[in-house]
């Protein structure tokens, strides 16, 4: 259990994990109006 907890939160994760919210905050923040493109399938 503790190997996968180290795997899990390796470096590289982090970063892409820090990298992914990173992009979808931007993406949330930089529509003008409410996010109509997260409804579409509804």
Same mark, same amino acid.
């Given at each position: 259990? #503790?190997?996968?907890?180290?795997?899990?939160?390796?470096?590289?994760? #982090?970063?892409?994990?820090?990298?992914?919210?990173?992009?979808?905050?931007?993406?949330?923040?930089?529509?003008?109006?409410?996010?109509?493109?997260?409804?579409?399938?509804?």
């Amino acid at each position: 259990m #503790r190997r996968l907890i180290a795997v899990v939160f390796a470096r590289e994760n #982090r970063i892409a994990f820090g990298l992914c919210l990173l992009i979808i905050a931007l993406l949330v923040l930089t529509t003008d109006s409410a996010p109509t493109w997260i409804y579409q399938g509804f």
